[in-house]
């Protein structure tokens, strides 16, 4: 009987695959919060940031670049925790849950 072993590629094909699914959740985070921008702009909703020092109008470009920026660095750990732990979801997870409880406090 002979048997036949194909190389392993499933780490090579894999890894692609997961950064293109990754790639697209951001670009999918960054969509989201710009319709919604968009839509509560529509609405009548005004995006005035006051304080002391002045204000700030919020802008589209403010809100899908400030998108760009956190989904790319949630990217980043996940794929820092990945490499240097076994339980890297959880953590991630985990760590995901704590930031956006963290970043409603101020408000």
Same mark, same amino acid.
């Not at 670009?27 to 940031?49: C, E, H, I, K, P």
């Not at 899908?64 to 794929?79: D, E, K, M, P």
């Not at 339980?87 to 930031?99: D, F, G, H, K, P």
């Given at each position: 009987?002979?048997?036949?072993?194909?190389?392993?590629?499933?780490?090579?094909?894999?890894?692609?695959?997961?950064?293109?699914? #990754?790639?697209?959740?951001?670009?999918?985070?960054?969509?989201?919060?710009?319709?919604?921008?968009?839509?509560?702009?529509?609405?009548?909703?005004?995006?005035?940031?006051?304080?002391?020092?002045?204000?700030?109008?919020?802008?589209?470009?403010?809100?899908?670049?400030?998108?760009?920026?956190?989904?790319?660095?949630?990217?980043?750990?996940?794929?820092?925790?990945?490499?240097?732990?076994? #339980?890297?979801?959880?953590?991630?997870?985990?760590?995901?849950?704590?930031?956006?409880?963290?970043?409603?406090?101020?408000?």
């Amino acid at each position: 009987m002979t048997s036949t072993t194909l190389p392993a590629r499933t780490a090579s094909v894999a890894r692609p695959r997961r950064a293109l699914v #990754r790639a697209g959740a951001v670009l999918g985070a960054v969509v989201v919060t710009s319709l919604v921008r968009v839509v509560a702009a529509a609405s009548g909703t005004d995006f005035l940031l006051s304080d002391p020092a002045g204000s700030v109008v919020i802008s589209l470009p403010i809100v899908a670049r400030f998108t760009a920026i956190f989904g790319l660095l949630g990217w980043g750990s996940l794929a820092l925790l990945e490499r240097f732990t076994r #339980r890297a979801r959880s953590i991630w997870t985990a760590l995901a849950v704590a930031v956006t409880v963290l970043s409603l406090v101020p408000i």
